[in-house]
């Protein structure tokens, strides 16, 4: 393995940095040995406040001895922090989870007010306001229009065309619009281009940006992929768009989802999520990996596996949830082959509100497998929360709903935080491997 020592780390770990390091880590000869601290960005109270959690179990584990993927991540962000330039595409798919994107939402918020000058965009949204279904509650879509919903978890609906969300709507109008806003979030990427993911091919709307028309400095509609991206000379947080008809047939829109952009250095943290989705859904969403291919991950988190294990445990199939996982991993490292990967295990869930749920272990040994054959970590939420039956305890805690699978908003944030010290963690990993390595 070949590391490349840089100012920025120089900076970031002294020599007295490592004596202290070396009190409470201890590292060997690949990124299997690492044995973080219990804590790294976390205040300590968190190891009294929340004693449900193993802490010692709340890093990134590699099953193998190196990682050329992560290597190169790190790498970027080194010089990305150091030069002040540059973005990373970061991907989270998921569930509801996800789709709620409330523990992701904290993540995104830590890597995007870490730095004044490290911005990052907002990247891809979807109007889920505008489907009658749970909206992230960081932003907002309204519209005068009635929107058709089409999402790949119903079976009637699986044969829709999809894109990376999961989820369309559909409008016959022939003036519709959407706005869009940022709500209760500190963070708000200022806004520099949009792309517009719809329908394939002739695409007879003439788009009216309202208070952003004089803005406009390019306008393109790509008729193969089915989207339009616009570019605005002078950036904004809030926009109007009217899809104004040109054809006097009938014609149905649909919207895949939409990409916010700029031109700012930074991490771009896209939460993927749809209530019920299991890997089969995503899959089976014909345009995913096209429209991934426009924006390529660096950093890519799988984060699906609740709803493929919420079957009777004689109903769960390892080695099917296994080639399904591998299969969509493939897809995303075809986008970017120097793609960091993260394989999460679900949280400890119930079948039924009462039943003991034996699959998440059993999905874990998968994951494991695959994280040793494609040489990336595991973020093992279900051992950190206790293992089987453990979201009884996170229940009695308020860290947990009563359905015992969904978390509370406080269970969420605290589950937001365990994520990012984990990460921080890793970074911290190949820092000092990388000055290891160059001592000897």
Same mark, same amino acid.
């Given at each position: ?9 120089a900076f970031?770990?002294?020599s007295?940095?490592?004596g202290?390091?070396a009190?409470i880590v201890?590292?060997g ?6 044995h ?6 976390l ?9 449900v959690?193993?802490?010692d179990?709340n890093y990134?584990?590699?099953y193998t ?5 992560w ?14 330039q540059g973005?990373?595409n970061?991907?989270h ?21 870490q ?6 965009e907002r ?6 306001d ?22 790949s978890?119903v079976?009637?609906?699986a044969?829709?065309?999809?894109g ?5 709507i559909s ?7 959407m ?10 990427p200022v806004?520099?281009?949009?792309r517009i ?6 695409f007879p709307?003439?788009l009216n940006?309202k208070n952003?028309n004089d803005n406009?400095?390019q306008i393109?509609t790509? *008729?193969i !992929?089915?989207?339009?991206?616009? $570019?605005? /000379?002078? +950036? ?5 768009v009217e ?7 009938a ?6 989802g939409?990409?916010?952009m700029n031109?700012?250095?930074g ?29 390529p991950?660096d950093?890519f988190?799988?984060s699906?596996?609740t ?5 009777p ?11 399904n996982l591998?299969?969509?991993m493939?897809?995303?490292l075809?986008?970017?082959p120097?793609?960091?990967l993260l394989?999460?295990?679900p ?5 039924h509100r ?7 272990e059993?999905?874990? *040994?998968? !994951?494991?497998?695959?994280?040793? $054959?494609? /040489?990336? +970590?595991?973020?093992?939420l ?14 009695i805690?308020?860290l947990?709903?009563?359905?015992l ?8 944030h605290?589950?937001g ?7 921080e963690?890793?970074?911290?990993q190949f820092?000092?491997l990388?000055?290891?390595t160059?001592k000897?």
């Amino acid at each position: 393995m070949i590391w490349r020592f840089n100012l920025f780390l120089a900076f970031i770990l002294t020599s007295s940095q490592m004596g202290s390091l070396a009190q409470i880590v201890t590292f060997g000869d690949s990124l299997a040995d690492f044995h973080p601290p219990k804590i790294s960005s976390l205040d300590s109270s968190y190891l009294q406040r929340f004693p449900v959690v193993d802490f010692d179990l709340n890093y990134f584990q590699f099953y193998t001895e190196e990682s050329h993927n992560w290597e190169i991540l790190f790498e970027k962000m080194s010089k990305m922090k150091e030069s002040k330039q540059g973005k990373l595409n970061f991907y989270h798919v998921g569930g509801s989870h996800l789709q709620a994107d409330i523990y992701t939402h904290e993540v995104r918020t830590k890597f995007q007010s870490q730095n004044e000058l490290l911005e990052g965009e907002r990247n891809w949204v979807f109007p889920y306001d505008l489907a009658k279904t749970n909206n992230p509650w960081n932003y907002e879509f309204t519209s005068p229009n009635i929107w058709k919903r089409y999402r790949s978890v119903v079976k009637a609906q699986a044969n829709e065309a999809y894109g990376l969300s999961g989820i369309k709507i559909s409008c016959t109008d022939s003036i519709s619009s959407m706005s869009f806003s940022y709500d209760k979030t500190k963070v708000k990427p200022v806004i520099q281009r949009i792309r517009i993911f719809h329908n394939k091919g002739a695409f007879p709307f003439r788009l009216n940006w309202k208070n952003q028309n004089d803005n406009i400095e390019q306008i393109f509609t790509d *008729t193969i !992929i089915g989207y339009t991206e616009i $570019k605005f /000379n002078r +950036p904004f947080i809030t926009f109007e768009v009217e899809f104004d008809r040109t054809i006097s047939n009938a014609y149905e829109l649909e919207i895949y989802g939409l990409q916010l952009m700029n031109y700012f250095p930074g991490v771009s943290y896209s939460n993927i999520g749809t209530n019920g989705a299991a890997l089969w859904n995503y899959l089976a969403c014909a345009r995913l990996e096209e429209e991934l291919k426009m924006t390529p991950p660096d950093f890519f988190a799988f984060s699906v596996g609740t709803n493929d294990g919420n079957v009777p445990p004689e109903s769960f199939d390892p080695e099917e949830y296994k080639n399904n996982l591998e299969r969509l991993m493939k897809i995303v490292l075809r986008t970017n082959p120097e793609c960091a990967l993260l394989l999460t295990v679900p949280n400890d869930s119930y079948y039924h509100r009462s039943h003991l749920n034996p699959n998440i272990e059993r999905e874990r *040994t998968v !994951i494991r497998e695959l994280a040793q $054959k494609y /040489n990336c +970590p595991v973020w093992d939420l279900y051992g950190i929360m206790g293992g089987l039956g453990s979201s009884k305890t996170w229940y009695i805690n308020k860290l947990m709903q009563k359905d015992l699978v969904h978390f509370t908003k406080a269970g969420y944030h605290l589950k937001g935080d365990l994520y990012y010290d984990a990460f921080e963690k890793a970074e911290r990993q190949f820092e000092v491997l990388k000055i290891k390595t160059i001592k000897n």
